[in-house]
């Protein structure tokens, strides 16, 4: 295994899935010569040629309608767009086109196509560069919604989209890019889509996160075991569309409490569909009620004001000794 920042893990997605596949194609703004803004495809240019790794013109909805026409005729593209909040300008592409092509079709014409794009704040960026607004692509049927939270995962979620026969948003935190190293084996590795992953096991509390929020809600289990007493079990969800609340509902029967964690902003949020589930089918277990800690009903600010926005340690804490207090 190799010590990598999950730059270079989803750089090795690319890299063996495209050498095992020729259908495979790399488009997007800069991807080509310039490795991409944060240097993902840095490399394959070289390696695999200008005719599968396609510098495009800065026109969203053109690079999207693009991968979508190369799915429908059997390829396999990756398209990535520079920050997520530039995807507002390929919605009509994502909503209408690729997200119903294989149900308007009766299943002639699959689209398998992932959508690369880098969310979220930490990075004190510019204005349409932080957002996180996972829950419009979650909520939209026939596309599904990966959020990997480390180099490990991503790596393996970044190949299992690809291969998938349905279109896939894969939202990668700007936070984590270059964060931390983690083990990732040279050879082939992939997760399923759409099962979430217990990353430490208790018994006290039942902490749900995904992306960058996993790395603080860990942080905030320790000091609940330090300074509490209390085994809080962590769950990485991965995938938001399809949701898989199987591992979420039978935590949440064990320890009676949970605290879901999101810098997305709180209302409609993926936090309210989370205890949706919960309280459809663990209620009667449940010895507090259920807390989310989330960005606010506000546009993200600017990197002043930044970290007061995202969930930080001192507020899952609070909101866990909250539940803990019933």
Not at 162 to 172: A, G, L, M, N, S
Not at 194 to 202: L, N, S
């Amino acid at each position: 295994m190799t010590k990598m920042t999950m730059v270079q893990a989803l750089n090795l997605a690319l890299r063996q899935e495209m050498e095992k596949d020729d259908s495979i194609v790399l488009l997007g703004e800069d991807v080509g010569r310039d490795g991409g803004v944060f240097r993902v495809t840095e490399g394959l240019a070289d390696q695999f040629g200008e005719q599968r790794v396609v510098d495009t013109p800065l026109a969203e909805s053109g690079i999207v309608g693009m991968s979508i026409g190369m799915a429908a005729y059997g390829l396999k593209p990756v398209c990535e767009i520079q920050f997520s909040g530039f995807s507002y300008h390929n919605f009509h592409q994502i909503e209408n086109h690729a997200a119903r092509l294989r149900w308007r079709s009766q299943g002639r014409y699959p689209v398998s196509m992932v959508l690369r794009a880098p969310y979220g704040g930490g990075v004190r960026a510019l204005e349409h560069h932080s957002e996180s607004r996972e829950a419009y692509w979650a909520h939209t049927p026939g596309l599904k919604m990966v959020i990997p939270s480390g180099p490990r995962n991503a790596r393996a979620l970044m190949v299992s989209a690809i291969r998938d026969p349905d279109p896939v948003i894969f939202y990668e935190a700007k936070a984590l890019y270059r964060a931390f190293r983690e083990e990732v084996p040279d050879e082939e590795e992939t997760l399923p889509i759409g099962r979430p992953q217990v990353v430490r096991e208790g018994g006290g509390l039942t902490m749900i996160a995904y992306g960058a929020m996993l790395r603080p809600t860990l942080e905030a289990a320790d000091v609940l075991r330090e300074q509490d007493g209390v085994e809080a079990e962590v769950i990485d969800l991965l995938t938001l569309s399809p949701l898989d609340e199987g591992p979420l509902v039978q935590s949440v029967q064990k320890t009676g409490r949970a605290v879901i964690v999101h810098e997305a902003p709180r209302s409609f949020g993926p936090g309210a569909e989370i205890v949706s589930r919960i309280m459809e089918k663990a209620f009667y277990f449940l010895q507090a009620p259920l807390e989310r800690v989330a960005g606010f009903d506000v546009v993200i600010p600017l990197f002043a004001r930044e970290k007061s926005y995202l969930p930080g340690l001192e507020r899952i804490v609070a909101a866990a000794r909250r539940t803990l207090k019933n």
